[in-house]
């Protein structure tokens, strides 16, 4: 049976003609390649479908094929232009919609054959539709080709009064999409003047598109204006309730661009949008808190605007309930509130208490949060929270809870007992990361309230051999050399950490060669052995210019002027305080003007963030109170101070002569103040989450070190406020 069976197939195989088999082949592999998919979504889209297939079924298939290749950025699918211009003429919404995706998606890639779509587009736009209609428009303002430019012209202008409110909502948007393309062909027509028209509209959707339109076009355009009168903003707070949550956004947005001219108006729009404060959609409550913290600038009511605050808080903690990313949204513009408006959220800090599931980056912003809220009169309770966040597992997070403990020291002078005692808690853990942390912050300590707490320097010395990173190594040093006299074994306890200088980092070897100094300064006799020595290191065995200057300059003060060595190294150092979480004033005056937006996330100006954005600034008003601006306020502070240090005159040569010096030094410092103003703009908080870098401050004409860097003042441009536009928003 085996063999006859074997020889039949051997039989009928042999009578085969070959030139079947080699086609069959080339077949299978043909359909395996991109132009073999092609080619059979091509015969599937030219397909009648047969009598059976009313609905274009097949056809329906082909497309959703290709438009599922095109979102996979599968370019083969180009090929299939001709065949889709065929199909867009079937009388399909379903179609058509997929069609006009395509053709948006390749129209710029062959323009050419794009263009025989545009008779079917034009035709659709006056289809009885109102959805076909509108998606014509639609399609024909997405496509960056001349001639669609050109042909969306005439129609938009009969479309944006069209019978539909929902065409007309959609030829609103189109202006605004055709000035992306060409401005001067819409600044050429009387387009804006219809769409100022269509806000007398009856519809409140069509009336917050057309705004929304008119204030995409202004952001857009340098020789157009936007004006807006107490009867046009009256009028939009109205239809608000009305609007869709998008539609009130638009709104909401636009109420920024007016400018009050009375306070009493500016009191009453903000109380008429504060229902707003309560909707469900969290971009309206930011935009409405922007536009209310906008208004304030502009009330001189101390009542009104306390009234005000009280309602702005508990929309931000209910933001607290959503997902962490709005959580995180809502947490950044309340670090920036905060800092303009303190008393929003004064009495909400335990609402900023940390979850055990909250992610990292919510978390810290709470932290900056719960810093910036901490008082004389909470503070128990916030240490109590932050002893609890330094015993997590996430190390990130232990060190910033720990830094927050000793910059609480610092800010809240009544507390910093009570801050230390639960720094020595944490150090009696002797995990090393919060031994280091701790070390670094008690140094800070030790700069706020010098000669006090120095029982703690011997909790310290135990902890030697935790530190091994170079910010707590410094910090340690720091502390041995300016307490190189009370501290008994101090010369052993530098030697210790001398004999591994070729290995340390410039900031320790920086800390080694100065708190050296101070130990021979202070005890000359255990430490006239270290300093040759590490002098010869600092000059002459190292690459490092900061640290071989600094060897120079010790070794000459103390070979020609011990006295004035003693001066410079021991001499009174300037208070430091924690207020560095504030941002510079002007920079806060524009963050509040664009609260909800992606700036307020890295609290940088809106036009750091979008090249292309307006930097927004307070127009002036007979209603704006200059007075109570952070601009202001600063600068009359510099002023003062300007004053203050002018004031001492000098009568004599040697005082001209110390007085052109000091003039060359101004100027020096007006450059290098300017050159530093164009690289500002960095984020006031740093790597620890409160910033690090030190900057001198100003506290009543006293001079003040500054833990973190904040911002420099700035300075303030003058701006103008242009009466007119009867009526219109957009004007030239």
């Given at each position: 049976?085996?063999?006859?069976?074997?020889?039949?197939?051997?039989?009928?195989?042999?009578?085969?003609?070959?030139?079947?088999?080699?086609?069959?082949?080339?077949?299978?592999?043909?359909?395996?390649?991109?132009?073999?998919?092609?080619?059979?979504?091509?015969?599937?889209?030219?397909?009648?479908?047969?009598?059976?297939?009313?609905?274009?079924?097949?056809?329906?298939?082909?497309?959703?094929?290709?438009?599922?290749?095109?979102?996979?950025?599968?370019?083969?699918?180009?090929?299939?232009?001709?065949?889709?211009?065929?199909?867009?003429?079937?009388?399909?919404?379903?179609?058509?919609?997929?069609?006009?995706?395509?053709?948006?998606?390749?129209?710029?890639?062959?323009?050419?054959?794009?263009?025989?779509?545009?008779?079917?587009?034009?035709?659709?736009?006056?289809?009885?539709?109102?959805?076909?209609?509108?998606?014509?428009?639609?399609?024909?303002?997405?496509?960056?080709?001349?001639?669609?430019?050109?042909?969306?012209?005439?129609?938009?202008?009969?479309?944006?009064?069209?019978?539909?409110?929902?065409?007309?909502?959609?030829?609103?948007?189109?202006?605004?999409?055709?000035?992306?393309?060409?401005?001067?062909?819409?600044?050429?027509?009387?387009?804006?003047?219809?769409?100022?028209?269509?806000?007398?509209?009856?519809?409140?959707?069509?009336?917050?598109?057309?705004?929304?339109?008119?204030?995409?076009?202004?952001?857009?355009?340098?020789?157009?204006?936007?004006?807006?009168?107490?009867?046009?903003?009256?009028?939009?707070?109205?239809?608000?309730?009305?609007?869709?949550?998008?539609?009130?956004?638009?709104?909401?947005?636009?109420?920024?661009?007016?400018?009050?001219?009375?306070?009493?108006?500016?009191?009453?729009?903000?109380?008429?949008?504060?229902?707003?404060?309560?909707?469900?959609?969290?971009?309206?409550?930011?935009?409405?808190?922007?536009?209310?913290?906008?208004?304030?600038?502009?009330?001189?009511?101390?009542?009104?605007?306390?009234?005000?605050?009280?309602?702005?808080?508990?929309?931000?903690?209910?933001?607290?309930?959503?997902?962490?990313?709005?959580?995180?949204?809502?947490?950044?513009?309340?670090?920036?509130?905060?800092?303009?408006?303190?008393?929003?959220?004064?009495?909400?800090?335990r609402v900023f208490f940390c979850k055990y599931n909250d992610p990292i980056y919510v978390k810290v912003t709470k932290l900056e949060l719960i810093f910036m809220l901490a008082s004389e009169k909470n503070i128990r309770e916030v240490l109590t929270e932050l002893r609890e966040y330094a015993t997590e597992i996430d190390v990130h997070f232990v060190r910033k809870s720990v830094r927050a403990i000793g910059k609480l020291a610092i800010k809240i002078e009544p507390a910093a007992k009570l801050c230390i005692s639960t720094l020595?808690?944490?150090?009696?853990?002797?995990?090393?990361?919060?031994?280091?942390?701790?070390?670094?912050?008690?140094?800070?300590?030790?700069?706020?309230?010098?000669?006090?707490?120095?029982?703690?320097?011997?909790?310290?010395?135990?902890?030697?051999?935790?530190?091994?990173?170079?910010?707590?190594?410094?910090?340690?040093?720091?502390?041995?050399?300016?307490?190189?006299?009370?501290?008994?074994?101090?010369?052993?306890?530098?030697?210790?950490?001398?004999?591994?200088?070729?290995?340390?980092?410039?900031?320790?070897?920086?800390?080694?060669?100065?708190?050296?100094?101070?130990?021979?300064?202070?005890?000359?006799?255990?430490?006239?052995?270290?300093?040759?020595?590490?002098?010869?290191?600092?000059?002459?065995?190292?690459?490092?210019?900061?640290?071989?200057?600094?060897?120079?300059?010790?070794?000459?003060?103390?070979?020609?002027?011990?006295?004035?060595?003693?001066?410079?190294?021991?001499?009174?150092?300037?208070?430091?305080?924690?207020?560095?979480?504030?941002?510079?004033?002007?920079?806060?005056?524009?963050?509040?003007?664009?609260?909800?937006?992606?700036?307020?996330?890295?609290?940088?100006?809106?036009?750091?963030?979008?090249?292309?954005?307006?930097?927004?600034?307070?127009?002036?008003?007979?209603?704006?109170?200059?007075?109570?601006?952070?601009?202001?306020?600063?600068?009359?502070?510099?002023?003062?101070?300007?004053?203050?240090?002018?004031?001492?005159?000098?009568?004599?040569?040697?005082?001209?002569?110390?007085?052109?010096?000091?003039?060359?030094?101004?100027?020096?410092?007006?450059?290098?103040?300017?050159?530093?103003?164009?690289?500002?703009?960095?984020?006031?908080?740093g790597d620890d989450g409160f910033a690090s870098s030190p900057t001198a401050a100003t506290h009543g004409g006293e001079q003040r070190y500054v833990v973190n860097q904040g911002q420099g003042l700035g300075t303030v441009q003058p701006t103008m406020h242009v009466q007119g536009g009867e009526g219109d928003l957009l004007s030239f």
């Amino acid at each position: 049976m085996f063999l006859a069976h074997a020889a039949y197939a051997h039989t009928y195989s042999s009578t085969l003609p070959i030139s079947i088999t080699l086609p069959y082949r080339s077949l299978l592999t043909t359909l395996g390649t991109p132009q073999g998919k092609v080619a059979e979504l091509r015969l599937e889209l030219n397909s009648s479908g047969g009598k059976k297939d009313k609905n274009f079924s097949t056809k329906k298939i082909a497309l959703k094929k290709i438009v599922a290749n095109m979102t996979m950025s599968n370019n083969d699918m180009v090929a299939l232009f001709p065949d889709i211009v065929g199909v867009m003429g079937v009388p399909s919404l379903e179609i058509k919609k997929m069609c006009f995706l395509y053709l948006v998606n390749y129209a710029r890639m062959k323009p050419d054959i794009a263009l025989k779509a545009l008779p079917i587009l034009t035709n659709d736009l006056e289809d009885n539709n109102p959805l076909m209609r509108a998606l014509a428009l639609r399609t024909l303002s997405y496509i960056h080709v001349r001639q669609f430019v050109e042909a969306t012209l005439i129609p938009l202008k009969q479309l944006l009064k069209d019978n539909d409110p929902y065409v007309r909502k959609t030829a609103a948007f189109c202006v605004a999409k055709l000035y992306d393309h060409d401005r001067h062909l819409v600044e050429g027509s009387d387009l804006i003047d219809r769409l100022n028209l269509m806000l007398r509209d009856e519809n409140p959707t069509v009336v917050s598109s057309a705004l929304a339109a008119l204030m995409d076009i202004w952001e857009r355009s340098e020789s157009i204006k936007l004006t807006i009168d107490y009867a046009n903003a009256s009028k939009i707070v109205q239809i608000l309730p009305d609007c869709s949550e998008w539609g009130q956004t638009y709104i909401l947005e636009a109420l920024t661009s007016y400018v009050p001219q009375d306070t009493s108006e500016a009191a009453l729009l903000a109380d008429r949008i504060t229902p707003r404060l309560s909707h469900t959609n969290s971009a309206v409550v930011l935009t409405c808190i922007r536009v209310i913290l906008y208004l304030m600038n502009y009330i001189d009511n101390e009542k009104t605007i306390a009234a005000l605050c009280t309602k702005l808080s508990p929309p931000l903690v209910t933001l607290l309930s959503k997902g962490p990313e709005i959580q995180y949204l809502a947490l950044r513009n309340a670090l920036l509130i905060l800092q303009r408006r303190p008393e929003v959220l004064r009495n909400d800090i335990r609402v900023f208490f940390c979850k055990y599931n909250d992610p990292i980056y919510v978390k810290v912003t709470k932290l900056e949060l719960i810093f910036m809220l901490a008082s004389e009169k909470n503070i128990r309770e916030v240490l109590t929270e932050l002893r609890e966040y330094a015993t997590e597992i996430d190390v990130h997070f232990v060190r910033k809870s720990v830094r927050a403990i000793g910059k609480l020291a610092i800010k809240i002078e009544p507390a910093a007992k009570l801050c230390i005692s639960t720094l020595l808690e944490l150090v009696a853990t002797k995990v090393s990361y919060i031994v280091q942390e701790a070390t670094v912050v008690i140094k800070n300590i030790f700069r706020k309230y010098p000669n006090e707490y120095e029982s703690i320097i011997s909790t310290l010395c135990e902890n030697l051999d935790s530190l091994d990173e170079p910010e707590a190594k410094a910090a340690m040093i720091w502390v041995i050399g300016q307490y190189a006299d009370r501290i008994d074994n101090s010369e052993v306890l530098l030697e210790d950490f001398l004999d591994s200088w070729p290995d340390e980092t410039h900031e320790v070897q920086l800390a080694l060669l100065t708190a050296t100094v101070k130990l021979f300064i202070q005890r000359p006799t255990k430490g006239q052995d270290l300093v040759p020595k590490v002098l010869k290191w600092a000059t002459e065995d190292t690459d490092n210019p900061d640290l071989r200057d600094r060897g120079y300059m010790y070794w000459r003060l103390l070979s020609t002027d011990p006295a004035a060595a003693k001066g410079v190294v021991m001499g009174e150092k300037p208070a430091i305080t924690a207020e560095s979480e504030k941002l510079d004033p002007v920079t806060l005056e524009e963050m509040c003007l664009v609260v909800g937006t992606l700036a307020t996330v890295y609290l940088k100006p809106v036009h750091t963030v979008f090249r292309s954005a307006r930097p927004r600034k307070l127009l002036e008003s007979p209603a704006l109170q200059r007075k109570t601006l952070p601009s202001y306020l600063a600068m009359q502070q510099a002023k003062l101070l300007a004053e203050q240090n002018g004031g001492t005159g000098v009568g004599n040569a040697d005082g001209a002569a110390a007085a052109r010096d000091g003039d060359v030094l101004s100027e020096a410092d007006a450059y290098f103040a300017s050159v530093g103003g164009q690289q500002a703009y960095q984020s006031v908080l740093g790597d620890d989450g409160f910033a690090s870098s030190p900057t001198a401050a100003t506290h009543g004409g006293e001079q003040r070190y500054v833990v973190n860097q904040g911002q420099g003042l700035g300075t303030v441009q003058p701006t103008m406020h242009v009466q007119g536009g009867e009526g219109d928003l957009l004007s030239f």
